[in-house]
Nanobody, 126 residues
Framework: QVQLAESGGGLVQAGGSLRLSCAVS????????MGWFRQAPGKEREFVAS????????YYSTYANGRFTISRDNAKNTVYLHMNSLKSEDSALYYC???????????????????WGQGTQVTVSS
């Protein structure tokens, strides 16, 4: 059973940075595309970024593009989300997710991901 554990969330001032980590166990990490999603109170969970199994291709939501960077270290079974220039509207519970892939894909829809972590809270104070 694939298990995901996020870490690195916290309280940061607007304009600051955070790096989220997601450690994956129970499966061959390089077989999975990885995604980051977030959910703010009263809102639906939304796509943030995704990365192919080999890390060669990355995809971002409009609001994340240029401020956030997704990366992975297959030797450490870990995916990261580097967030810069944080805004109060970035406050949310951030989740990582995994999808078993057989090609070089990294989908955006939430429904494409079968495995999820418990989330890590990011709070940006203005």
């Amino acid at each position: 059973q694939v298990q995901l554990a996020e870490s690195g969330g916290g309280l940061v001032q607007a304009g600051g940075s955070l790096r989220l980590s997601c450690a994956v166990s129970g499966g061959a990490f390089s077989n999975y595309a990885m995604g980051w999603f977030r959910q703010a109170p009263g809102k639906e969970r939304e796509f943030v970024a995704s990365i192919t199994w080999d890390g060669f291709s990355t995809y971002y939501s409009t609001y994340a593009n240029g401020r956030f960077t997704i990366s992975r270290d297959n030797a450490k079974n870990t995916v990261y989300l580097h967030m810069n220039s944080l805004k109060s509207e970035d406050s949310a519970l951030y989740y990582c997710a995994a999808r078993r892939v057989f090609s070089n894909q990294a989908p955006r829809p939430i429904t494409e991901y079968a495995y999820w972590g418990q989330g890590t809270q990011v709070t940006v104070s203005s």
